[in-house]
């Protein structure tokens, strides 16, 4: 199975600041890389998909990068309701898609 | 509006069974596959279940094969998961999600969730 894993698992940062969050994948994933957001209490929301496309309504302070195995999810200047927990996703091969463990992006 | 809508959850015993809907509205639910991910209390997203556009894919995250089934009716623009011989870990939210598949993506992307429905495995 592919394994997803974030950095950091938790950060600290102040509105205004540019914030990266990296995702690794086990093995080679091409591009099929997405990215969600989820505030406490909703469902998550898609912001990226195939690594660095943006969905539709999306604010573009955020950004997807990478290929491979690598992966980074930005946001060039937080804002307050950025303030989340944000995941990455594999959807490249069976036998299932899978998650990262989430960065919860918190208040400085 | 474009919306899911899950149902079926509640307070079951570990063995017990259960059953979720999801109902789809505002968009052609017969062209999209569509998925289960639940979230246990506190805990990450966890993928659970994957069925195409027509039924004819199907799969299921290794916790959960052989106890649950998923399936969908495409003339009601309903999805459903059967979930048997249920333990204390599947205790979750579980979310319905419908799924973009493009290009040699298998899953692809999750561009709509519903609320949420909360499964709670207790004696």
């Known amino acids: 199975d592919i394994q997803m894993t974030q950095s950091p698992s938790s950060l600290s940062a102040s509105v205004g600041d540019r914030v990266t969050i990296t995702c690794r994948a086990s093995q080679s994933i091409s591009s099929y890389l997405n990215w969600y957001q989820q505030k406490p209490g909703k469902a998550p929301k898609l912001l990226i998909y195939?690594?660095?496309s943006l969905q539709s309504g999306v604010p573009s302070r955020f950004g997807g990068s990478g290929s491979g195995t690598d992966f980074t999810l930005t946001i060039s200047s937080l804002q307050p309701e950025d303030f989340a927990t944000y995941y990455c996703?594999?959807?490249?091969?069976?036998?299932?898609?899978?998650f990262g463990g989430g960065t919860k992006v918190e208040i400085k | 509006e474009v919306q899911l809508v899950e149902s079926g959850g509640g307070l079951v015993k570990p063995g017990g069974s259960l059953r979720l809907s999801c109902a789809a509205s505002?968009?052609?639910?017969?062209?999209?596959?569509t998925n289960w991910v639940r979230q246990a209390p506190g805990k990450g997203l966890e993928w659970v279940s994957s069925?195409?556009?027509?039924?004819?894919?199907?799969y299921y995250a290794d916790s959960v094969k052989g106890r649950f089934t998923i399936s969908r009716d495409n003339a009601k623009n309903s999805l459903y998961l059967q979930m048997n011989s249920l333990r204390a870990e599947d205790t979750a939210v579980f979310y319905c999600a419908r799924g973009v598949v493009r290009g040699g993506s298998l899953f692809g992307y999750f561009d709509l969730w519903g609320r949420g429905t909360l499964v709670t495995v207790s004696p």
């Open positions: 996703q594999q959807s490249y091969s069976t036998p299932g898609t899978t």
């Open positions: 069925i195409s556009s027509s039924g004819t894919y199907i």
């Open positions: 195939a690594a660095s």
């Open positions: 505002g968009f052609t639910f017969s062209s999209y596959s």
